[in-house]
């Protein structure tokens, strides 16, 4: 697989988030709500599956089995102080864990920080880390994802864990003349990442026993949500699904297609589709044209949740974007829509997310599916 520049997914997100405001933090009951997935836990191919991925029709939400973290079993306490060389080279000393601040543009961050069982020591939140556990953290980011300074001294953290995600860097330097220490991890986001990211962050938080654990069990989720595709995802790649991510922000007319590095790429792989972007050429994340949609003519489009609404829903989306009625995702209505906090976050949960959206892919009715829409 190949590796993905973060600034890629950072720009088209922080383009169409900076213009929109900041998602609501997530409450309990709505917590309680993303729980109670259908048929979830069953086996994929127990489910009542589609004939033909390429011609099932209506909006299907991928959700996930569990929103909380599980934590490792490994209780190793932080051998502290310890010194980590962090993304930009910088050399950074950290001594104190007890306060911990992990902020990026995906959440993916904290919720590693939580599987390494260290939650109870994280202070604050971005806006993107909606998951059981961080309900009642204060979110430090502004105008979506962009540091507030103000607010995360406020919180006194004894150690920031970020990524070049989320700025601006002026606010990072501004927070290590203050005294605090500040890792930048490594922005890399894709399936074939995320042990690096484990690693990075346990080293910096003292407890490399803790990653290795973690490391272990997430490569056993995602050997075994593989096998499980596997058995059901068409043999010929003829018959695979022709998927697109579009990502679209209707209130402030942001409007891209991710291509191949940008990471979405990466998710249509693991579910056994076809990555049409790909096919056409389409490199990273550029804003969407009609020429590009009509000549990939994808199956299906995968969308972040809060994009599909933004337009109004389906109906809105092919009102909005004439060209997508000229595609089959088009004809059939097809969508799989995943939460924002959700879809990109690689990391603890990248197995649970491939998942989902393969359930929402070959079995659209143990998903949240509205053909109707």
Request: charged share 20%; net charge negative.
């Amino acid at each position: 697989m190949r590796r993905t520049p973060a600034v890629l997914v950072a720009a088209a997100l922080a383009l169409g988030l900076a213009s929109c405001a900041a998602p609501a933090p997530a409450t309990q009951q709505e917590l309680t709500k993303v729980d109670a997935c259908p048929q979830a836990s069953e086996p994929l191919a127990s489910l009542d599956l589609v004939d033909d991925v390429r011609t099932a029709t209506g909006v299907s939400t991928a959700c996930l089995s569990s929103h909380a973290i599980e934590p490792v079993a490994d209780e190793a306490a932080p051998v502290l102080p310890v010194t980590v060389t962090d993304s930009e080279g910088r050399d950074v000393e950290i001594s104190d864990v007890d306060r911990i601040l992990p902020i990026d543009i995906s959440g993916t961050i904290a919720s590693t920080v939580f599987a390494l069982g260290l939650g109870d020591q994280v202070v604050g939140r971005d806006s993107s880390t909606q998951f059981a556990g961080t309900e009642d953290l204060p979110v430090v980011t502004k105008t979506g994802h962009t540091l507030n300074a103000e607010a995360i001294l406020e919180l006194a953290p004894t150690v920031i864990l970020t990524d070049t995600t989320i700025g601006p860097k002026e606010v990072r330097q501004q927070l290590r003349d203050a005294g605090i220490a500040v890792v930048v991890i490594s922005g890399d986001r894709r399936l074939d990442t995320t042990d690096e990211l484990v690693t990075e962050i346990a080293a910096a938080l003292g407890v490399p026993s803790r990653g290795e654990a973690l490391i272990e069990r997430l490569d056993a989720d995602l050997d075994a949500s593989l096998a499980e595709i596997a058995e059901v995802a068409p043999a010929s790649v003829e018959d695979r699904a022709r998927m697109l991510f579009l990502y679209v922000r209707g209130s402030a007319n942001v409007y891209y297609i991710f291509g191949e590095d940008s990471g979405a790429d990466s998710l249509i792989d693991a579910v056994g589709g076809v990555d049409v972007a790909g096919e056409i050429g389409w490199q990273g994340m550029k804003p969407m044209t009609a020429e590009a949609l009509v000549a990939a003519q994808p199956d299906v489009l995968v969308m972040m949740t809060d994009g599909l609404e933004s337009v109004g829903g389906i109906d809105g989306l092919l009102e909005r974007i004439p060209a997508i009625a000229q595609t089959p995702a088009g004809a059939n209505r097809r969508v799989i829509e995943m939460a924002d906090s959700e879809i990109l976050s690689f990391g603890p949960r990248s197995a649970e997310v491939i998942d989902a959206i393969a359930r929402a892919l070959y079995a659209p009715d143990s998903a949240t599916a509205e053909s109707a829409k």
